[in-house]
């Protein structure tokens, strides 16, 4: 019974070694993917640094329309996240309910963004882990039997999983990094743009209430 189920293990074992090494493969290709997109991201942002600076400090000032300004001027506003959001709260003057779910999307939109990178994060090196243990049972069996092509192929095929597991992981938290720190910067200018078109919303009604 117990050689039945050890044998029954190593097929199931040896059947998933080609999905592990297509999943890695599709892995590395996606976190490359992904940090190309980050790089872009990061460039696009110091193109618009200037503006952003005008905008925060004209929302400083409680200088709304100055801000709202800059922002409908500035060419391709809408690709950016943040602005596109600051966008969305203009868009929504008096209705605090659309500020709020214009806040509450953008949230939502950046967690989605990051749910891949964690996923890679974590799979990357479970795959490789996979990948490097699956091949030692073969391994094994090519040194007890002193086939030494068998042994040294299953090996390569060990290392070479383990190091692409780890680089999609390290590529990953490297993108996750970037895009943790730029979905912070944006929820700051966002919940700030927010807080003072409430605040105006309130002076205005506080005004015709009198």
């Known amino acids: ?16 070694l080609w999905p592990v090494m297509l999943g890695l493969t599709a892995g590395l290709a996606l976190a490359i993917w992904r940090c190309g997109a980050t790089a872009r991201e990061a460039f696009e942002r110091f193109r618009r640094r ?36 600051l966008l969305e709260l203009f868009d929504a003057n008096d209705d605090v309910a659309l500020v709020e779910n214009a806040l509450a999307t953008a949230r939502n939109l950046n967690a989605e963004r990051s749910t891949s990178l964690r996923v890679l994060m974590k799979l990357g090196p479970a795959f490789g882990l996979m990948g490097t243990l699956i091949p030692l049972g073969p391994a094994l069996v090519g040194l007890a039997s002193g086939d030494l092509e068998t042994l040294a192929h299953n090996l390569m095929i060990a290392f070479s999983t383990t190091v692409v597991g780890l680089t999609v992981s390290s590529l990953a938290f490297l993108a996750a990094t970037f895009r943790k720190r730029f979905a912070t910067r944006d929820a700051i200018l966002t919940t700030f743009a927010a807080s003072r078109i409430l605040d105006a919303v309130e002076a205005r009604n506080a005004e015709a209430r009198r």
């Not at 925060?56 to 959001?85: V, Y």
Request: proline share 2%; with cysteine; glycine share 6%.
């Open 1 to 16: 019974m117990t050689n039945n189920l050890a044998s029954l293990f190593f097929i199931i074992s040896d059947s998933l």
């Open 50 to 85: 200037k503006l952003r600076a005008q905008i925060l400090d004209a929302l400083r000032c409680r200088n709304l329309s100055q801000a709202e300004e800059l922002l409908r001027g500035a060419a391709g506003a809408s690709g950016d996240p943040a602005l596109a959001t």
